[in-house]
């Protein structure tokens, strides 16, 4: 049956083929020996790209429905409503709750604006630069960004060796498996 052009035989040998080439990643990955060494080395030398931070954030927004930025009358009550905002997060109230009565980020209020965890690169910097700096638990002070203010709290911080080996690991032979696959390629040629 030809469907958009593409035969079943054809599907079968794509599908065949993503099968043998995930189960010899596997085999590669089993069988190929990373050590701590080369692991500390790659975590030392790319630590942005393997630290993460698990936070929530309130924004309260410095733009106007079309994305302009607001006046500075505007500005100064946003402001204003971020300092309230802060001193009942500070003050222990929940603070789930208050992104999903107070945050204009639509994309996680709801959720109790739950970020999910993040490298440092992913974030404005001004987000990152604060969010890092905080440990498991803390609540931010005011952040400024393009976006207008947050409010940050860290939920969890994977920013030790031992916290992102695995993803390091992950990485590492990703790295060489893709080299591998490109070396029984030119061979074949």
Do not use: W
């Not at 929940?94 to 999903?100: G, I, R, V």
């Amino acid at each position: 049956a030809k469907k958009g052009g593409i035969t079943d035989k054809f599907s079968t040998y794509i599908c065949t083929r993503e099968l043998a080439n995930s189960a010899y990643q596997e085999y590669f990955n089993k069988h190929t020996k990373v050590d701590d060494a080369t692991l500390k080395k790659e975590y030392d030398s790319n630590k942005q790209a393997y630290n993460t931070v698990t936070a929530s954030h309130i924004l309260i927004s410095t733009k106007d429905s079309d994305g302009k930025e607001l006046s500075a009358k505007k500005k100064a009550e946003a402001k204003k409503k971020a300092e309230e905002v802060l001193q009942k997060a500070k003050n222990g109230e929940d603070f789930a709750k208050l992104a999903k009565k107070y945050s204009e980020d639509t994309s996680n209020a709801e959720n109790g604006g739950e970020l999910g965890a993040f490298t440092y690169p992913q974030m404005v910097e001004e987000f990152s630069k604060a969010a890092f700096k905080l440990n498991k638990g803390d609540i931010s002070d005011i952040v400024e960004t393009s976006y207008g203010y947050h409010i940050i709290k860290v939920t969890d911080k994977a920013d030790t060796f031992d916290a992102v080996k695995n993803s390091v690991k992950t990485a590492v032979l990703s790295n060489k498996y893709s080299e591998q696959v490109q070396k029984l390629f030119d061979d074949a040629k």
